[in-house]
């Protein structure tokens, strides 16, 4: 049995997929990372726990697929961004990974925010400023408050480097997730000698961006003893989870854009050059295109928040699903509902409704000049048909719900597929892995009540 090691390092879970050459997911291991905070603001991963968690879950995606880790013939990752960790010139960590999350930093040096909101830095990176979870931000915290761990640094990586360079022995990483360090220039196509310079951080100490999808080598024997993969894997890297989940559901295949209903919401084109737009972020995409992506942290959670205070009897899928009997009217439209759990149903419809919203907003903000008809839909929200039907009244589009539920799991999973040279080409293997199982039209009566409901804010212009 061939399989495929498609691997999603989220915020809140580690998700280690297994697929065939269709894309058919054959095992799944889910392992939730909890983070250390040993002061306020901070947040940590010890990196023997990163190990512990990533093979947990390669163990339970083995068991359910009732295959052997020789069974991998390709493996490659969907990655979270600005999570980093420092080592020394032995390659062993100074540091836990310090996650994205962190911000200890805060507040920013002025210096900082000037360097962010210039121009240049606008051009070269895509996005206008920066905050205390950048990559680039907390190598300056570090220079400034660890001196003399800073001066037994010889690399700094991201958590997809660490990984890669880990079952690779490649110094490298993927472009796409480069570009949210505040350090890579979209312009160059790599590091930006200006912000490295700003930041301090020698040229010898990065990885080398490559574009996503890159075929690097073979996983070596540290694969086995950190992993418990063989030596001799092909391994290609990745890219930032947002673009990545974009990928696996078939962006450019069988939609103009991607939105995502997870622990942030998300929404993400792809474009033909770099055009600074406010609240949208810039970074490499597989081919000579660029994503634009623009993000809201308020995302899902709300739900969940909402279903532990006040809800504990319900599961979100049964919120969810009884939300989706209220009219979008309103309750007041709705019959005399006798279900004792009615009010719910009303308060997690207008919260679908407000996400929705906030999705439209987003992709307002990234669409520019563009004509978006069909939008594929990622994260727990696209696994639910009456949020999708919100989706496409309120954003009046088409929405697309692929077969997968784990999105960024099978993106990865067609890279390794390339570099097992089952495919010649990502859009082949895309081609080939990524199918359509609903598609959810727009109500136009539906429509018109909540354009009235939701108006749309003004769009954004570019920055420049």
Known sequence: MALLLGIDFGTSYFKVGLFDAQ???????????NKASP??????????????????????????????????????????????????????PLTPLVVWTDVRPQPLEPAIEAFGLSSAFQQATGFRGLAPGFSSVKYRWFQQH?????????????LSDYFTFMLTGATVGDASTAAFTGLYSNLQNGWWPEALKFFGVPRAFLSQPLRPGTVVGRTTRR?????????????????????????????????????????VLAALILVDAVKPVMNCYHGPHVDQRFYRLAFDPAGATQLEDYQRQFAPHLDIAQLVALAGTVPPEGAAAAKTSDHPDWKHAVAIRNMMERISATQRDLLHQVQAASTIRRVIATGGGARSTSWLQINADLL?????????????????????????EIYR???????????????????AATVAIYAKKYPRAERTEPIS
């Open 396 to 420: 009046n589009v088409t929405m697309i719900a692929p077969r997968c539920h784990e999105r960024a799991c099978l993106g990865a999973a067609a890279f390794a597929a390339v570099a097992a």
């Open 23 to 33: 894309g058919v997911q054959k095992g799944l291991g889910r392992v939730a990372v």
């Open 39 to 92: 002061h306020p603001g901070w947040s940590e991963l010890p990196v023997a726990d990163f190990w512990r968690i990533l093979g947990e879950g390669l163990t339970a995606a083995l068991a359910e697929a009732q295959a052997t880790a020789s069974d991998i013939v390709g493996v490659s990752y969907s990655s979270q961004a600005n999570t980093l960790l420092l080592l020394d010139r032995h390659d062993q």
């Open 146 to 158: 660890e001196p003399a761990l800073w001066a037994q640094v010889a690399r700094v990586m991201t």
């Open 425 to 443: 080409t990502i859009p082949e293997a895309l081609d080939a892995m990524v199918q359509s199982d609903r598609e959810i039209t727009p109500v």
């Open 223 to 263: 694969a086995q003893e950190f992993l418990g993969l063989p030596a001799g894997v092909p391994f290609a890297v990745g890219a930032i989870d947002h673009h990545m989940a974009a990928i696996g559901s078939g962006i450019a295949q069988l939609a103009e854009a991607s939105i995502s209903t997870g622990t």
